[in-house]
Antibody, heavy 114, light 112 residues
C-alpha cells in the first residue's frame, strides 16, 4: 500500500524558514518523480514544485522560485521541501504527491504569521 | 502557463442522477510523447485529493465505474453516471503535460 506522510509544518514568522519532509513507503521511491502541492485555507490546489526520479531535475512555480528548494534522499525514501523567506501568502496545507497526482499524503499545515 | 477552466463551479445534483463537469485548457495538452496528461481529482471534505482519472479516460485503481472521463486536445469532461452521497466534494482537473503543472478552480458537487 502506497503511503506518504508529511511532517515539518508549523507556525513561522514572515521571513523565517521551514523544512518539510515526506516519508514514502509501499512503492519503489527511486523510480518515480515526486511533487509538492499546496492548498491555502478555503482555496484550490496550487502546484509548488516537482523533482525527477533521479533528483537531477527540479521544477518550481514562479511564486516560490528562489525561495523554496525541493530535494530527495532515496536511501531514506524521503522527499523534502526547504522553504526560506516565507511570506503570509505561503500559508497553506502542503501535500506531497507521487508523480504529479497518483497518491497524496494527508498534508502538513504551514502558517506564516507574526 | 496553461490555464485550466472548469464549469460549472457549483453543481447541485439529485442522488441517483448523472453529473457532468467540463474542463477546458488554454492550449493543447497533447505531450510530445503523444500522451495527454489530463487528470481528474476528487477532494472530499476534510480529506486530501484523490486521483480518479488519468490520461483523459483511465480510471485509477479502486475508482468506481460510475466515473468516466472523455475529451481530447483542449476540452475534457468528467461524468458521474449516478451520483451517490459519498461523491460530495470538490472536483479538480489538472494537467501535467507542461511545467508549471496547473489545476482548474474546482467544481463543488453537492446534493440537492
Amino acid at each position: 500500500e502506497v503511503q506518504l506522510l508529511e511532517s515539518g509544518g508549523g507556525l513561522v514568522q514572515p521571513g523565517g524558514s521551514l523544512r518539510l519532509s515526506c516519508a514514502a513507503s509501499g512503492f519503489t521511491f527511486s523510480s518515480y518523480a515526486m511533487s509538492w502541492v499546496r492548498q491555502a485555507p478555503g482555496k484550490g490546489l496550487e502546484w509548488v514544485s516537482a523533482i525527477s526520479d533521479s533528483g537531477g531535475s527540479t521544477y518550481y512555480a514562479d511564486s516560490v522560485k528562489g525561495r523554496f528548494t525541493i530535494s530527495r534522499d532515496s536511501s531514506k525514501n524521503s522527499l523534502y521541501l526547504q522553504m526560506n523567506n516565507l511570506r503570509a501568502d505561503d500559508t497553506a496545507v502542503y501535500y506531497c504527491a507521487k508523480r504529479s497526482a497518483d497518491y497524496w499524503g494527508q498534508g502538513t499545515l504551514v502558517t506564516v504569521s507574526s | 502557463d496553461i490555464v485550466m477552466t472548469q464549469a460549472p463551479l457549483s453543481s447541485p445534483v439529485t442522488l441517483g442522477q448523472p453529473a457532468s463537469i467540463s474542463c477546458r485548457s488554454s492550449q493543447s495538452l497533447v505531450h510530445s510523447d503523444g500522451n495527454t496528461y489530463l487528470s481528474w481529482l476528487q477532494q472530499r471534505p476534510g480529506q486530501p485529493p484523490r486521483l480518479l482519472v488519468y490520461k483523459i479516460s483511465n480510471r485509477f485503481s479502486g475508482v468506481p465505474d460510475r466515473f468516466s472521463g472523455s475529451g481530447a486536445g483542449t476540452d475534457f469532461t468528467l461524468k458521474i453516471s449516478r451520483v451517490e452521497a459519498e461523491d460530495v466534494g470538490v472536483y479538480y482537473c489538472t494537467q501535467a503535460t507542461q511545467f508549471p503543472y496547473t489545476f482548474g478552480q474546482g467544481t463543488k458537487l453537492e446534493i440537492k
